[in-house]
T-cell receptor, first 112, second 116 residues
Framework: KQEVTQIPAALSVPEGENLVLNCSFTDSAIYNLQWFRQDPGKGLTSLLLIQSSQREQTSGRLNASLDKSSGRSTLYIAASQPGDSATYLCAVSPYSGYALNFGKGTSLLVTP | GAVVSQHPSRVICKSGTSVKIECRSLDFQATTMFWYRQFPKQSLMLMATSNEGSKATYEQGVEKDKFLINHASLTLSTLTVTSAHPEDSSFYIC????????????FGPGTRLTVL
């Protein structure tokens, strides 16, 4: 059974810092990996999708990497802003068209 | 990106009543929709997979007679919580998968269910 772990569970940084969120998964046979943002009491916003054949994806200040063989992904946030405060979720899918298996998330607080 | 809506966003009901939650893909056709449940400070857990025109596939431990799922069209899936109890209080989120585009899933805004 696929287990997705996110470290740290919570993180507080001052505005402007660059930061890295970590995600690991036990079964490297994944189809793709997605990073999401969830604001309190809200749904999920998709940030980045990495196919299993890809190594990284970038969107603005966000960069996600994938090392499938070692079962790891990182989400890099550059020049963090208070508006980045949210919970970040990592999820993997074993097959095309299959549901996602989520980690518990990293709760990020960026202080002014 | 693709937009998924859910209705209602929040519902409070008495124990024993039934509640229907709608999930709609607004600008694309979704052959597959997923229903997840999220308890406080926990991650999302898959409840069932819903394919248009066929019966839903439920995850182990999810009662199919309690959580009725209907996916009658390519843009609408409904989840009905029958005879709701306080332990069913949770955040219910649906997602819809577009065909192609690398299997990306788009999530609805969620429905907060509180059973008194």
């Amino acid at each position: 059974k696929q287990e997705v772990t996110q470290i740290p569970a919570a993180l507080s940084v001052p505005e402007g810092e660059n930061l890295v969120l970590n995600c690991s998964f036990t079964d490297s046979a994944i189809y793709n990996l997605q990073w999401f943002r969830q604001d309190p009491g809200k749904g999920l916003t998709s940030l980045l999708l990495i196919q299993s054949s890809q190594r990284e994806q970038t969107s603005g200040r966000l960069n996600a990497s994938l090392d499938k063989s070692s079962g790891r992904s990182t989400l890099y946030i550059a020049a963090s802003q208070p508006g980045d405060s949210a919970t970040y979720l990592c999820a993997v899918s074993p097959y095309s068209g299959y549901a996602l298996n989520f980690g518990k998330g990293t709760s990020l607080l960026v202080t002014p | 990106g693709a937009v998924v809506s859910q209705h209602p966003s929040r519902v409070i009901c008495k124990s024993g009543t039934s509640v229907k939650i709608e999930c709609r893909s607004l600008d694309f056709q979704a052959t597959t929709m997923f229903w997840y449940r999220q308890f406080p400070k926990q991650s999302l857990m898959l409840m069932a997979t819903s394919n248009e025109g066929s019966k839903a596939t439920y995850e182990q431990g999810v009662e199919k007679d309690k959580f009725l799922i209907n996916h009658a069209s390519l843009t609408l899936s409904t989840l009905t919580v029958t005879s709701a109890h306080p332990e069913d209080s949770s955040f219910y989120i649906c997602s819809a998968r577009t065909s192609g585009s690398g299997n990306e899933q788009f999530f609805g805004p969620g429905t907060r269910l509180t059973v008194l």
